[in-house]
């Protein structure tokens, strides 16, 4: 048996990538021949990966092939024509209205993204989903055979040691909310603002928010981001975004964490809330998207956007023990159900079956 997985590009610390990764390592572990094949990659990852270019000179026709889908790419035409044993693991498309007035190029790529779905239908023994939100929008597309198997990531990269002097920068007597993610409209940032504003205000002035993501993909939306904390009187010391910093300091960042705050419009899987469970950070959420399926009552989720309750949700989080103490526990369960639900050798025997 030999599996080969594509992506359009592999990233550093990517959700997608390192999930590729993951099931990779895994494969070898068990003696089968893996390959990741991608149209790009970080000039860090050129070692993990085959260009496509150069794999098209030499494509193996007995493999399987399984495509992750989240962006458009050149990789749809190859799967469309690919007369072998394919599967494909979707991870979401972030509507395309969520750009608009911040990047016409990402309406217009999310609108491809779409299109490219569809066209990919009919072309899959099976179509993994890896949340039920993210299934539900396979099937409405007429997927066949199509099942769910969650973002999978070796939780022991976790166990890693920290960098001392990223978290020495930040610990001090402030409490810290944290978010991490990409540094998109619809991750909804502001609102994370709105509700750090309103906390230091009336409730404590010793309060950080950290936001770890990058901040290089749409920077329109993160120089609103950087006006709007002005207005709001917010300084560097207030809000800190980290921009896209190694494994080693974003282990610091959750290690300073006291509550994790998603304010989060649209998310497929949302893996930091499964990191926060892993660190016992506890969860305050917007109930969107695939958020409340990830968590599984393991966080406090609120359905209004209302900056004032919101904050009172953090500071219930922050000061009341026994409730702290709850949600560690509750952490401690869903992180063992996540374990055994994104055991790789569930996902290597869906394969089999084909």
Same mark, same amino acid.
């Given at each position: 048996?030999?599996?080969?997985?594509f992506l359009?590009?592999?990233?550093?610390g990517d959700?997608?990538g390192?999930s590729?990764?993951?099931?990779?390592?895994? &494969?070898?572990?068990?003696?089968?021949?893996? =390959?990741i094949?991608s149209?790009t990659?970080?000039?860090c990852?050129?070692?993990? @990966?085959t260009?496509?270019a150069?794999y098209?000179?030499?494509?193996?026709?007995?493999?399987?092939?399984?495509?992750?889908f989240?962006?458009?790419?050149e990789?749809t035409d190859f799967?469309?024509?690919?007369a072998?044993?394919?599967?494909?693991i979707?991870?979401n $498309?972030t509507?395309?209205?969520?750009?608009?007035?911040?990047?016409e190029?990402l309406v217009?790529l999310?609108h491809e993204?779409r299109?490219?779905?569809? =066209?990919?239908?009919?072309?899959f023994a099976?179509?993994?989903?890896?949340?039920?939100?993210?299934?539900?929008?396979l099937?409405k597309l007429?997927?066949?055979n199509?099942?769910?198997?969650?973002l999978?990531?070796?939780?022991?990269?976790?166990?890693a040691?920290?960098?001392?002097a990223?978290?020495?920068?930040m610990?001090?007597?402030r409490?810290?909310?944290?978010?991490? /993610?990409?540094?998109?409209?619809?991750?909804?940032i502001?609102?994370?603002?709105?509700?750090?504003?309103?906390?230091?205000?009336?409730?404590s002035?010793? $309060?950080?928010?950290?936001v770890? /993501?990058? @901040?290089?993909?749409?920077?329109?939306?993160?120089y609103?981001? =950087?006006?709007?904390a002005?207005?709001?009187? &917010?300084s560097p010391?207030?809000?800190?975004?980290? /921009?896209?910093?190694?494994?080693?300091? &974003?282990?610091?960042v959750?290690?300073l964490?006291d509550?994790?705050?998603?304010m989060s419009e649209h998310e /497929?899987?949302c893996?930091?809330?499964m990191?926060?469970?892993?660190?016992?950070?506890p969860v305050v959420?917007?109930?969107?998207g695939?958020?409340s399926?990830t968590?599984?009552?393991?966080g406090?989720l609120f359905m209004?956007k209302?900056?004032?309750a919101?904050?009172?949700?953090?500071?219930?989080?922050?000061?009341d023990?026994?409730l702290?103490e709850?949600?560690?526990s509750?952490q401690a369960?869903? $992180?063992?159900?996540?374990?055994k639900?994104?055991d790789?050798?569930? &996902?290597?025997a869906?394969l089999?079956d084909?």
């Open positions: 048996m030999i599996v080969e997985q359009p590009t592999l990233h550093y959700a997608v390192n590729a990764l993951s099931f990779h390592r895994f &494969l070898e572990t068990k003696g089968i021949e893996s =390959r094949v149209i990659c970080d000039e990852m050129k070692d993990k @990966t260009p496509f150069v098209k000179e030499n494509m193996n026709p007995n493999s399987l092939k399984i495509l992750h989240a962006v458009p790419s990789l799967f469309l024509t690919d072998g044993k394919k599967a494909m979707y991870h $498309i509507p395309p209205h969520f750009f608009v007035n911040y990047s190029q217009r999310t993204g299109n490219h779905l569809e =066209r990919l239908k009919n072309s099976i179509a993994i989903a890896d949340s039920n939100f993210n299934a539900e929008e099937r007429e997927f066949k199509v099942t769910v198997f969650p999978a990531v070796n939780l022991a990269d976790y166990d040691p920290h960098n001392p990223y978290y020495n920068l610990k001090d007597e409490k810290n909310i944290i978010f991490v /993610g990409r540094i998109s409209p619809n991750k909804k502001e609102d994370l603002i709105k509700v750090l504003f309103f906390y230091k205000k009336y409730l002035p010793s $309060i950080r928010l950290i770890a /993501g990058n @901040t290089n993909t749409l920077p329109n939306y993160f609103a981001l =950087r006006d709007l002005l207005r709001f009187r &917010l010391e207030d809000i800190v975004f980290t /921009g896209h910093i190694p494994f080693e300091e &974003l282990l610091s959750y290690r964490g509550v994790f705050l998603s /497929g899987f893996l930091p809330l990191e926060s469970s892993y660190f016992r950070v959420a917007f109930d969107a695939a958020v399926e968590l599984d009552g393991s406090m209004e209302k900056s004032d919101v904050a009172g949700l953090v500071e219930r989080v922050l000061v023990e026994p702290r709850k949600l560690h509750l369960v869903r $992180i063992e159900k996540y374990r639900d994104s790789p050798g569930k &996902l290597l869906l089999k084909m």
